[in-house]
């Protein structure tokens, strides 16, 4: 998996380094590695798009390091291999010694992974499960402003999978905490790694079932039940968040018609 280039490899050159991509005028750069003087550098091939390779070189360029937020518009499967490249290259770089002897690791040409040599450890990257669940109740959903959300935008109630939790009892636990309510009709829809830094977004539907809402002030600063046609500003087009607010709406619509 990791290969030294020779500089005539065609392709994606994802380079990556503490959480950002060098993305020179907005866009993953495409071409020869010796066109981005990547010859005699290390890379590891993470998948294809559009039939060509998706390299990742562990590198900072001293301008143009950006967020693969900037992405987020792009292809779903061009935003996942560039999710893929900075959750690898965050893995490779803090993961270069052995947490149980302290010794130097070595990375798998095999898989993607680190092993101590010395006490044959092995890690794999972190992802963290994170539960999203958007409610409705008649002809209104649950929307919420999250504290850790910038610009006031309203979404669905998310939160992650604590250690030894179904994800079905994950959803019912952050349903109470954030907003006192009881759901029901839990529907799985879809998931979507989210590489901010390592989740993976599984997402719900599900409806009201009782109590009355009462937000947690210390994840959120707001919500309230917006009904379908008067909503507030919702989370851009591309996230899970809003595909299911859009499902929702959809829902609503089609039952009140
Ligand atoms: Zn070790």
Same mark, same amino acid.
């Given at each position: ?7 005539? $490899? ?16 907005? $866009? ?13 550098? !290390?890379?590891? #091939? ?21 967020s693969v937020r900037q992405l987020l518009n792009e292809d779903r499967g061009l935003f996942q ?11 490779y770089r803090a993961h270069q010694f052995c947490g149980y002897c302290g010794q130097k690791m ?14 044959? +450890? #092995?890690?794999?990257? +972190? ?20 504290? #850790? ?5 309203? !979404? ?35 998931? +979507? ?15 009201? $079932? ?6 947690? !002030? ?16 919702l989370p851009p087009p591309g996230t899970i968040a809003r595909r299911l607010i859009e499902d ?10």
């Amino acid at each position: 998996m990791e290969q030294q280039l020779q500089g005539n $490899e065609l392709g994606w050159w994802l380079l990556s380094h503490a959480g950002k991509l060098w993305l020179p005028k907005g $866009e993953i750069p495409h071409g020869y590695a010796q066109d981005f003087g990547l010859k005699g550098t !290390t890379a590891h #091939r993470i998948g294809e798009w559009q039939s060509e390779a998706v390299w990742l070189v562990c590198q900072e360029r001293d301008k143009e390091m950006a967020s693969v937020r900037q992405l987020l518009n792009e292809d779903r499967g061009l935003f996942q291999l560039a999710g893929r490249a900075v959750q690898l290259a965050e893995f490779y770089r803090a993961h270069q010694f052995c947490g149980y002897c302290g010794q130097k690791m070595s990375i798998s040409d095999r898989e993607w992974a680190c092993l101590c040599d010395h006490c044959r +450890q #092995r890690y794999y990257p +972190q992802i963290a499960p994170c539960i999203i669940v958007a409610i409705r109740r008649d002809d209104k959903i649950l929307l919420a402003q999250h504290s #850790r959300h910038r610009g006031g935008i309203y !979404t669905a109630l998310a939160g992650f999978v604590e250690v030894g939790e179904t994800l079905e009892q994950a959803v019912a636990r952050e349903v109470m905490e954030e907003s006192n309510l009881k759901i029901k009709n839990l529907r799985y829809i879809s998931s +979507q790694p989210w590489p901010f830094p390592h989740s993976l977004m599984m997402a719900y539907l599900a409806d009201y $079932e009782s109590g009355e809402l009462k937000i947690d !002030t210390s994840e959120l600063l707001d919500a309230d039940w917006f009904h379908y046609e008067k909503l507030p500003q919702l989370p851009p087009p591309g996230t899970i968040a809003r595909r299911l607010i859009e499902d929702t709406i959809a829902q609503c619509r089609a039952e009140s018609s």
